[in-house]
């Protein structure tokens, strides 16, 4: 069953052994994309950590459990481990990521990892994946609710919208949608490239209720999510404000880099980042 | 003259309105499946299924790529989805979601692209799949059926809702000669010997079968015996089947409604070099888009005709 929720400060202090597992497996398998792992920390802990997200790490399988779709898959990391800390897997196989024979590949991989949900990393699809399970979970009458994490830049993806408009037109009250806007992509600032904000107008036009958070603060998180689960007659969004690379933000500043997008930290940057994440 | 008439057999059903009627006809007896539509189940022949079980269809709209994605989120959750559309629009538009949706978690989707070929007619080249079974067949794991008639769809509708894992099955718009008895035995990867013949094989599928019957025909009167395999899998191929033809016939030929890449003569003449090497010659559309017009014309104009195999016989024997 799920995993006992935690308070509020054990979940910070649980986000924190979350970024720390991020920095030194990113590290150790020399590329990837910690920065992008660390925005979404407190939405994936609070979920998985705070009594939302309904799993089992003995039976991964369970066909009444609720699923997380990570749409953004390259933010994998943060994932991993949330699901090491969960008993999905020992800890320590979190540093064979991305490594040649290990499951827990550089983008997420249902096929060669129990408690995975949808494999990922052509951006864009997580979302239909999860109103896919949404619909599964009506036809059978099971409770199981749906969670899809996707990036602000992957809002570009014209599949997103055309989600967007199939959950509400199924009215699926067991969906979330959680949209980490970090406020960057891969060649730089989202509202620069695409800029698809305001997103809680937008896929509020559609029909969704939605809500809008500082996503790093895990009081507010936890708050969204709990609204979120008293939303039972349609889907529901929340924007998530977050910043990318949150929890070593000053490293980035002296790197002159707050992007740094898709690569890891240096062992000795990796070293600093644990002393400020301690 | 109708394809297949030469050879004296009956005109029979569309493939895409077998593989409908067998859909609802299964639904009875297999809950687990459902349909996802891309607002074409009334081409695609889902309808009738919808009609009968609304709560397991899902008409998604005009929308490819989150109609296959949803469909594979479905089989996530332990149900054989069936998600349909034209050809084209189905394995071009969501091409991607197909590859990250479907095939690369191996999940138990069932792709229905109807329309295929240039037998579609008048509306034209936009919307004829040629290009599908090489899309298809690129994908690992995936599994690739053409069937010839309506008897064989029937079966491959059931045999693909039997088996796990993601399949493509592609179909016909028109109606097409009765080539197997309604109890034929069908096996997914084991193709159906329909006529013998020593001097020459033609390995065919989808309507080019009752074409290559009708070839056969043609070159029997000239004292040629030629035998004819319908290859409804493309993939996973019947190398048994190749190789045997190869050896006793010593010359084979591929004939499908189908661009000349990546179809079923790229894969048969994978096979036949690696194993058996002899002469081959090619009926298919080429490299080119064809063009609107009414489907026997087409079919004439394109160089798929009874006459073409024969000249493509001659080349090689």
């Not at chain 2, 010839?148 to 000669?177: E, F, I």
């Not at chain 2, 063009?291 to 006459?307: F, I, M, Q, V």
Request: include cysteine; aromatic fraction near 6%; charge should be negative.
């Amino acid at each position: 069953m799920s995993v006992e929720a935690l308070s509020i400060d054990q979940l910070e202090e649980k986000a924190k052994v979350i970024r720390r597992h991020i920095i030194r497996m990113t590290t150790e398998a020399g590329s990837g994309h910690p920065s992008s792992s660390l925005s979404a920390t407190e939405v994936v802990t609070a979920l998985w950590f705070g009594g939302f997200l309904k799993v089992d790490a003995q039976r991964p399988d369970w066909p009444e459990r609720d699923r997380f779709v990570l749409s953004k898959g390259h933010a994998v990391p943060v994932l991993y481990a949330a699901m090491a800390e969960a008993g999905f897997f020992p800890v320590e196989d979190l540093m064979t990521l991305r490594k040649l024979g290990s499951p827990l590949e550089g983008h997420p991989n249902m096929k060669r990892l129990p408690g995975i949900e949808a494999s990922t990393g052509s951006l864009g699809q997580g979302l239909s994946i999860g109103i896919g399970q949404a619909l599964a979970a009506r036809i059978d009458g099971t409770d199981s609710k749906v969670f899809v994490m996707t990036g602000d830049g992957e809002m570009g993806e014209g599949q997103v919208w055309e989600a967007i408009a199939t959950a509400h037109k199924y009215q699926l009250g067991n969906l979330t949608a959680i949209i980490d806007q970090n406020g960057y992509q891969q060649t730089g600032a989202t509202k620069d490239v695409l800029d698809l904000t305001p997103f809680a107008d937008r896929i509020g036009g559609f029909g969704w209720h939605v809500q809008t958070i500082n996503g790093n603060d895990m009081s507010e998180t936890v708050e969204a999510l709990k609204v979120a689960a008293e939303v039972t007659d349609r889907p529901t969004a929340i924007v998530s404000k977050t910043q990318k690379g949150f929890g070593i933000l000053p490293l980035m500043e002296e790197a002159g880099d707050m992007n740094f997008h898709g690569k890891p930290l240096s062992p000795e940057m990796a070293e600093k980042a644990l002393e400020l994440l301690a | 003259m109708a394809i297949g008439e030469l050879s004296g057999l009956e005109l029979g059903q569309a493939t895409r309105d077998a593989f409908g009627e067998a859909l609802k006809e299964l639904g009875a007896s297999y809950p687990n499946v459902v349909v996802v539509d891309g607002d074409v189940g009334n081409s695609t022949r889902t309808e009738p299924f919808a009609l009968e079980y609304p709560d397991r269809s899902f008409n998604v709209g005009i929308a490819e790529s989150n109609m296959v994605s949803v469909a594979g989120g479905l089989a996530a959750s332990g149900k054989t989805s069936v998600v349909a559309s034209f050809a084209a629009f189905l394995l071009c538009n969501a091409y991607d979601q197909i590859r990250m949706s479907v095939a690369f978690p191996g999940l138990n989707v069932k792709l229905v692209g109807s329309h295929a070929g240039i037998s579609i007619g008048e509306d034209g080249p936009s919307q004829m799949g040629i290009e599908d079974v090489g899309l298809a067949c690129s994908l690992p794991g995936l599994s690739v059926i053409v069937p010839s008639d309506a008897a064989t769809t029937k079966a491959a509708t059931k045999a693909m809702l039997d088996c796990q894992g993601p399949v493509y099955l592609r179909l016909g718009r028109p109606n097409v000669p009765v080539i197997h008895a309604d109890d034929c035995e069908f096996e997914i990867g084991k193709s159906i010997e329909v006529r013998e013949g020593d001097d020459a094989t033609i390995i065919a599928n989808g309507l080019m079968v009752g074409m290559a019957l009708d070839a056969a025909k043609l070159l029997a009167d000239e004292g040629l015996s030629v035998r004819v395999i319908d290859m409804h899998t493309v993939k996973p191929i019947d190398e048994d089947a190749i190789v045997k033809a190869a050896k006793e016939t010593g010359a084979l030929i591929v004939a499908e409604e189908h661009l000349a890449h990546g179809g079923l003569g790229s894969v048969v003449a994978t096979v036949v070099s690696r194993t058996v090497p002899v002469p081959m010659s090619y009926v298919n559309l080429g490299d080119c888009f064809a063009e609107s017009g009414d489907a026997a014309g087409l079919l004439e104009k394109y160089g798929l005709t009874p006459a073409a195999i024969v000249d493509a016989v001659k080349k090689v024997k």
